[in-house]
């Protein structure tokens, strides 16, 4: 059967619906189970007081202010009490505000999501929405709040980011900024005057932007078939999405493989 309808559904969706699942939650819950990673956040990251925009702060890393805190550890050669592990202590430290920042905080975001609770269909904190659970869902969020309320099947979903339960590894959170774009912090005049352990860190840093990149091309690649298949809609309803420009991608091939005839209707 063709589908006429696509239903594209962002975090408004879950709220809506009673889900504590706004990113000044993640932030209350990552108070409570890490409070270095918290305020690393704060401080080295331009989030707003609610982390709402959590995920294009990513690439707003504040580069300068990380590298003067790790400086401190960088000591000269000629101290007059060496020790070897000064080869490495200015790294070392780096290396533990940008994985913070990377991996710890992705690793938290997937745990907090995992314990997102969400309601029963017959105990919800609103009324029921009338859709049509036989059409397609694109959906960005990494909850079954569709499959689970509104008795979605799973083939008529598609989870662009992944969804809860799947290994970290399948779970997309990140900055739309290609770090092809990024400068190379060691793409300096005279590079090899440079101390070692500097560029080392610069490294450290410059790995950061790729790791908390979220590589929106590959994955409209990888869900080809998907897109592909939205040539018979000719009803789209934006449920809930911000719309954000990190997520622009997906609605530009979404206009690209519907018609020009398409009705859009975003709430």
């Given amino acids: 059967m063709l589908k006429k309808t696509l239903y594209i559904i962002g975090n408004g969706f879950d709220i809506f619906h009673g889900v504590s699942s706004r990113y000044s939650d993640f932030k209350d819950y990552l108070a ?10 704060i401080e080295y990251l331009s989030v707003e007081e609610n982390w709402c925009d959590l995920e294009t702060a990513f690439s707003n890393l504040d580069v300068d202010h990380v590298i003067d805190n790790a400086m401190q550890y960088l000591q000269s050669y000629s101290v007059d009490d060496w020790s070897d ?15 913070d920042l990377s991996s710890g905080l992705k690793s938290h975001f997937c745990e907090w999501i995992s314990l997102l609770e969400l309601p029963l269909s017959e105990n919800l904190p609103c009324e029921a929405l009338q859709i049509d659970k036989l059409e397609v869902f694109l959906t ?22 992944g969804k809860s339960g799947q290994d970290e590894s399948q779970i997309i ?11 190379d912090l060691n793409d300096v ?21 790729g790791k908390t990149f979220k590589p929106s091309d590959k994955i409209v690649s990888d869900n080809k078939g998907f897109f592909d298949s939205l040539n018979s809609i000719v009803t789209v309803y934006v449920l809930g999405h911000s719309m954000s420009e990190v997520d622009l991608p997906y609605f530009e091939q979404v206009v690209k493989k519907t018609s020009e005839d398409t009705e859009w209707i975003v709430t």
């Fill in 140 to 161: 960005f969020n990494y909850t079954r709040t569709l499959e689970n309320i509104y008795s979605v099947g799973d083939e008529d979903v598609v989870h662009i980011h």
């Fill in 189 to 209: 005049p005279n590079p090899e005057d440079m101390d070692t352990r500097i560029m080392e860190g610069n490294e450290l840093v410059n790995d950061y932007f």
């Fill in 32 to 41: 409570d189970c890490d409070q270095t990673l918290h305020d690393n956040v």
């Fill in 85 to 99: 592990s000064f080869h490495h202590d200015y790294q070392y430290e780096l290396d533990k505000i940008v994985s």
């Fill in 173 to 183: 959170l990140g900055h739309s900024w290609s770090p092809e774009e990024i400068p």
